[in-house]
């Protein structure tokens, strides 16, 4: 089955500055690579995604990348606001199942 | 489009008791998925159904879970005399009819269950 890591596992920047997490796949068959956000007890919330015939999707100040070949992908976020912390789930899916990365909590310092 | 509705929020079992977790999806949706996700950690896939067909339980242990989507009605997951190891948030989700697995998952607001 697909396993997805993802790093660091905890991340803190100033406000202002730019948050980077990086994940990894192990399954080259795999096509799809949503990212959430998940804030304390609440729901994960798809923030961005992307396919892979895409090698980078932009969405304001959210930004994933992708690489196929190294089998790698991550999420950019700029200019970080203290909104933005919270942890953060990568995904990579093959067919129907979605595998899960460990997760990145965020903290945002004012 | 009320979202994926899961119930109840909050679900206190004692060990050895039943535990009866509800899904309904968003409208229009045939795909439904539930996951675990224990205190600090990822979703871990447990079971994947469409309306009346399991399509893929293979991480649902296979003794006391159970998980079923009927033609009408929520999806309802269920664990059978829970241990304290049961403890854990689980997270139904949704997605639309696709061939190409590449439809987002859209997730409810979890069942928190807590077994004492």
């Known amino acids: 089955g697909e396993n997805v890591e993802q790093h660091p596992s905890t991340l803190s920047v100033q406000e202002g500055d730019s948050a980077v997490i990086k994940c990894t796949y192990s399954?080259?068959?795999?096509?799809?690579f949503p990212w959430y956000k998940q804030e304390l007890g609440k729901r994960p919330q798809l923030i961005i995604d992307?396919?892979?015939?895409?090698g980078e999707k932009k969405d304001q100040r959210i930004a994933v990348t992708l690489n196929k070949t190294a089998k790698h992908f991550s999420l950019h976020i700029t200019e970080t606001q203290p909104e933005d912390s919270a942890v953060y789930f990568c995904?990579?899916?093959?067919?129907?199942?979605?595998?899960f990365g460990a997760g990145t909590t965020v903290t945002v310092r004012a | 489009n009320a979202g994926v509705m899961q119930n109840p929020r909050h679900l206190v079992r004692r060990r050895g008791q039943e535990a009866r977790l509800r899904c309904s999806p968003m409208?229009?949706?045939?795909?439904v998925y539930w996951y675990r996700q224990l205190p600090e950690e990822g979703l871990k896939f447990m079971v994947y159904?469409?309306?009346?067909?399991?399509?893929?339980e293979s991480g649902m242990p296979k003794e006391r879970f159970s998980a079923e989507f009927p033609k009408e009605g929520p999806s309802i997951l269920r664990i059978q005399q829970v241990v304290r190891g049961d403890s854990a948030a689980y997270f139904c989700?949704?997605?639309?009819?696709?061939?190409?697995?590449?439809?987002?998952?859209?997730f409810g607001n979890g069942t928190r269950l807590t077994v004492t």
């Open positions: 989700a949704s997605s639309p009819r696709t061939d190409r697995g590449d439809s987002p998952l859209h």
């Open positions: 399954d080259s068959a795999s096509n799809y």
């Open positions: 409208k229009g949706h045939s795909h």
């Open positions: 992307i396919r892979s015939n895409v």
């Open positions: 159904l469409q309306k009346e067909n399991i399509i893929d």
């Open positions: 995904a990579a899916a093959n067919d129907y199942k979605l595998s």
